[in-house]
């Protein structure tokens, strides 16, 4: 099987553009999580998509925004890029997101500028 | 509030053993995971407790004590590929994708 794949691998934006990232979950996988990573921070939860919906989110602002689709490939989005939205953007994928382990992507590297 | 804590940086020798504290204050507890990530990669599952005790795997073994809010990562036989970062992370309810993760401990493994 094929894992998580992300795409692109980098970004570079300028302050005030919009960005959309994009995950393929493991084939058969419903369950996709979206999770940002900086040195500061670590890794902070997102949100997460099952079956199309959201089921969880974290505490970013509105600014950050995902769905999902049909085949539960996701995208998340960004709008409005901010200088401290530079980060790696991880996304995880797991069978029903039930208590099983997650499965990561490589993650988009996302500079703003 | 939700609060993990790791050692920020541990160095240890080849062939040696390295225990990898987490300490933990959540709203709940639905298990309690180990991730290892090299330099530039994905996150990879190491190892998932979610009931008080040992579990071992290879060379790794991991530890949850729930009464104390406490997990340890155990590494035996340390080779030069385990160098680095770990990751620890709490499930705080079920039926979720959601983690909440520890800031992560960089281990150099020195020859």
């Known amino acids: 099987k094929a894992g998580v794949t992300q795409t692109p691998r980098y970004l570079i934006k300028t302050r005030g553009q919009q960005v959309t990232l994009s995950c393929s979950p493991i084939?058969?996988?419903?369950?996709v999580s979206w999770y940002q990573q900086t040195p500061g921070q670590g890794l902070q939860f997102l949100f997460e998509?099952?079956?199309?919906?959201?089921?969880n989110k974290g505490n970013f602002p509105g600014r950050f925004s995902g769905r999902q689709f049909s085949n539960s490939r996701s995208e998340m989005n960004v709008s409005t890029l901010e200088l401290g939205d530079s980060a790696l953007y991880l996304c995880?994928?797991?069978?029903?997101?039930?208590?099983?382990?997650?499965?990561f992507g490589s993650g988009t590297q996302l500079s703003v500028l | 509030g939700q609060n993990i804590d790791q050692p920020t940086e541990m160095t240890a020798t080849e062939g040696a053993i390295v225990q990898i504290n987490c300490t933990y204050q959540?709203?709940?507890?639905?298990?309690l995971f180990w991730y290892q990530q090299h330099a530039g990669e994905a996150p990879t599952f190491l190892s998932y407790?979610?009931?008080?005790g040992l579990e071992e795997k290879g060379r790794f073994s991991s530890f949850l004590s729930r009464s104390k809010g406490y997990s340890y990562l155990l590494l035996k036989e340390l080779q030069m590929k385990d160098s680095a970062s770990y990751l620890c992370?709490?499930?705080?309810?079920?039926?979720?994708?959601?983690?909440?993760f520890g800031q992560g401990t960089t281990l150099q493994v020195k020859p």
């Open positions: 995880a994928s797991s069978e029903q997101g039930a208590g099983e382990k997650l499965f």
């Open positions: 084939s058969g996988h419903r369950s």
């Open positions: 998509y099952f079956s199309e919906t959201q089921r």
């Open positions: 959540t709203s709940g507890f639905n298990g």
């Open positions: 407790n979610v009931l008080d």
């Open positions: 992370a709490v499930r705080i309810s079920s039926n979720t994708g959601k983690l909440i």
